[in-house]
């Protein structure tokens, strides 16, 4: 039997939404029973599934007469791919729903597939799209902001209490696509060269930022077929996660430890920019997430000492060799990366907010210690949330009088440096991210 691709979308988006599964793990196991284009278009569906979960939510609801509950669970989320393709897919409507109602095949229920073509039919018929863009206005609806944003309540106030005049547009800007940025490794091209590189492969970029010399593309690309990936020349990584490295500031000499550091973006990237450092230490508490460190560090023909280990708890793995350069990529919500995990919506809770302050603090509370007087920690999160950032930094200093503040913006106010997503000075548009460097006195 071929395999049908809204049959596994179904499956996809129920393991999340329902079963609280990462999609980062769940859409690779489905896209193992695909080939080719399949696969592109499954991530399509699971993603745009999530990214306007409430409002498809709100939709179902007022068709289906009896939610679906137990072993029928499933069959509401196929209704969800289907609206999902009506609403903002150029898939033919026909064609959407045929392979919709074809999928009760084989989700081997076949006396679902009158009451699925009911619903996406009556859904069909009374749709009135944008024909242009192919997307229901809801404007001047009576509509909760969750389904008018397409994000959690709690999420919502959280942004409007924060940021007050730019939390619609942070709303808006975790819906985007997210552009695809490049690393250039400057051991092998300037970025300058590297952009002569993409041109002559007729890969068209946006812009370099001046900062740090990342690439943003014009448009998303298989990374093979990137000029020189294999051989270490480009890597992938957005550009607000670019910045650590240049703000770290590493110096010939220094000993320098990451931690959480896996996947390894950051830390490959500090050896890149540095490789006269004297050494480099990578840590994380998920041994299995350290295989795809190392995997980074051989591509890019890189050295580093990988340690699984926990960073809340550096008595179980430091040798009590103070490091010149820490760099703290804490574990957060994730709620500057919305745009690229969009199951971040529905997996993270309110309640987990102040779980993850609480470890943040006691992270930075035992990794200071480690830091040599006149060394220098950077602390980041890819989170937007002032809790996490900016009050966990103001809490820190005012625990440690050995702590200072090194200025990162040219706004002597700011506690750091804190990245919305899609919006910079520069209209860049990069990912949600915060910075805050620290200095140890002397």
């Not at 340690?307 to 919500?333: M, T, V, Y």
Request: net charge neutral; charged share 25%.
């Amino acid at each position: 039997m071929t395999v049908n691709i809204r049959a596994l979308a179904a499956k996809c988006t129920f393991n999340v939404v329902d079963k609280g599964r990462s999609l980062a793990d769940e859409l690779p196991n489905q896209q193992a029973k695909v080939e080719g284009k399949d696969k592109a278009l499954l991530q399509e569906i699971c993603y745009g599934v999530l990214r306007y979960l409430p409002e498809l939510e709100n939709d179902a609801q007022q068709l289906i007469q009896k939610p679906l509950t137990g072993k029928q669970r499933v069959f509401h989320f196929l209704i969800l791919v289907g609206l999902y393709q009506i609403k903002y897919t150029r898939i033919p409507d026909h064609a959407a729903v045929s392979e919709t109602v074809g999928a009760t095949a084989s989700l081997k229920n076949r006396h679902m597939k009158g009451m699925i073509n009911g619903v996406l039919r009556n859904f069909q018929r009374s749709y009135q799209p944008d024909l242009q863009l192919k997307k229901k206005s809801t404007e001047g609806k009576n509509l909760s902001d969750a389904v008018r944003y397409n994000h959690p309540g709690w999420f919502i106030k959280k942004l409007q209490s924060a940021y007050p005049e730019q939390w619609t547009e942070i709303l808006a800007a975790n819906q985007e696509k997210p552009p695809m940025w490049l690393r250039v490794n400057q051991q092998h091209h300037t970025p300058e060269q590297y952009s002569e590189l993409l041109s002559q492969a007729e890969i068209a970029l946006t812009r370099v930022d001046k900062l740090t010399g990342a690439i943003a593309l014009e448009q998303p690309i298989d990374v093979n077929k990137l000029p020189g990936f294999s051989d270490g020349w480009i890597s992938v990584q957005d550009g607000a996660a670019q910045q650590a490295a240049r703000l770290l500031d590493c110096q010939s000499g220094d000993v320098v430890l990451d931690c959480c550091a896996a996947p390894g973006g950051k830390t490959c990237h500090i050896l890149e920019r540095t490789p006269d450092i004297k050494a480099m230490t990578a840590i994380d508490i998920e041994e299995g997430r350290l295989d795809r460190v190392q995997e980074n560090l051989t591509r890019l023909k890189l050295t580093a000492n990988i340690i699984a280990g926990d960073a809340a708890n550096p008595e179980s793995w430091w040798d009590k060799q103070l490091f010149d350069r820490i760099l703290l990529d804490a574990p957060c919500s994730g709620t500057g990366v919305i745009r690229r995990h969009p199951d971040i919506k529905w997996l993270r809770k309110a309640k987990d907010i102040d779980t993850l302050t609480i470890l943040q603090h006691k992270i930075l509370k035992k990794t200071w210690p480690l830091v040599k007087p006149g060394g220098i920690l950077l602390y980041a999160t890819c989170s937007v949330l002032p809790e996490e950032n900016r009050e966990q930094i103001i809490l820190f200093l005012d625990e440690n009088k050995d702590a200072s503040l090194l200025p990162i913006t040219d706004d002597t106010k700011d506690i750091g440096w804190q990245i919305l997503p899609g919006k910079l000075p520069d209209e860049s548009t990069m990912d949600g991210f915060y910075y805050a460097k620290l200095i140890k006195s002397i």
